[in-house]
């Protein structure tokens, strides 16, 4: 702008605005970039607490009830029939321990997926492909999902009284 000018040239504006539109432009890509692996992310971070979760309670069914039966279909983990070594029932695990994702065993086909009883003592209890699916977000057309390898064991010790 020349000193006896009071004002902008049309060039000077538009310079202003592609200046503008592309400063922009990259803060939007950064921000949409940063949004969708947040989502990603947090995806991934649910999936693996569902499965920690569900783990943490079969853990607990699995040392605590004699006998019971472990059910799981596509929408459902659930434990019925939790009964101690003399035949009594404990209602406190018989109940549905997730129903929030989808559940699949590897190459397990259609559902149900385990509909076994076990006897803790005697039976481990194998999940060598149990998966935990997001049933929203997908991956490039893949359903996101966490597989987790779990056997549970449950050691019987007979308690000898030193006297």
């Not at 950064?30 to 995806?43: M, R, Y």
């Not at 040392?63 to 101690?84: F, S």
């Not at 209890?125 to 998966?131: I, Q, S, T, V």
Request: glycine fraction near 2%; proline fraction near 4%; hydrophobic fraction near 35%.
């Amino acid at each position: 702008m020349l000193k006896n000018e009071d004002g902008m040239t049309l060039v000077e504006v538009l310079a202003t605005l592609i200046i503008m539109t592309l400063i922009t432009g990259i803060i939007w890509t950064t921000v949409s970039i940063a949004t969708k692996f947040n989502i990603s992310e947090t995806s991934s971070l649910r999936l693996q607490q569902e499965a920690n979760y569900i783990i943490a309670e079969l853990q607990q069914v699995h040392r605590h009830c004699y006998k019971y039966k472990l059910t799981i279909i596509r929408d459902k983990v659930k434990v019925a029939e939790c009964m101690d070594d003399i035949g009594n029932s404990i209602p406190k695990y018989n109940k549905v321990i997730s129903n929030q994702f989808k559940y699949r065993l590897k190459d397990s086909g259609e559902s149900p997926y385990i509909d076994k009883a076990y006897t803790s003592p005697k039976d481990n209890l194998e999940l060598k492909d149990f998966m935990v699916i997001d049933p929203v977000i997908k991956r490039n057309n893949e359903e996101k999902r966490v597989e987790v390898p779990t056997t549970i064991s449950r050691y019987i010790i007979d308690f000898v009284d030193p006297d």
